[in-house]
Nanobody
Framework: QVQLVESGGALVQAGGSLRLSCVAS????????MGWYRRAPGKQRELVAV???????NYADSVKGRFTISRDNAKNTIYLQMNSLKPEDTGVYYC????????????WGQGTQVTVSS
């Protein structure tokens, strides 16, 4: 079973920045796509950013222009640079691999908590 370890979450003021990391216990270079997900308080987990193996990226409308996903295949790691954070970005952030239909590959990690204060 692949282990996913997310880190980098913190309490930050609105307008601030954070960089999240997710390390996988196996190579991600052949994975169709890697995604960052968010579970906000009282809401279901949602996809916020995805990067395919060909480096195509896509973002939820709510984070476009503010978040940037990247990957380092040599380190089996993906990143999420989050700028101009808003209180509505608060939540637990997770990563996972996903296939072409959007189905995730692995069990979820523990996630990393991001809290944005107003």
């Amino acid at each position: 079973q692949v282990q996913l370890v997310e880190s980098g979450g913190a309490l930050v003021q609105a307008g601030g920045s954070l960089r999240l990391s997710c390390v996988a216990s196996r190579s991600i270079s052949s994975i169709n796509a890697m995604g960052w997900y968010r579970r906000a308080p009282g809401k279901q987990r949602e996809l916020v950013a995805v990067m395919r193996s060909d480096e195509y990226t896509n973002y939820a409308d709510s984070v476009k222009g503010r978040f940037t996903i990247s990957r380092d295949n040599a380190k089996n790691t993906i990143y999420l640079q989050m700028n101009s954070l808003k209180p509505e970005d608060t939540g637990v952030y997770y990563c996972n691999g996903r296939d072409m239909r959007g189905t995730t590959y692995w069990s979820w990690g523990q996630g990393t908590q991001v809290t944005v204060s107003s």
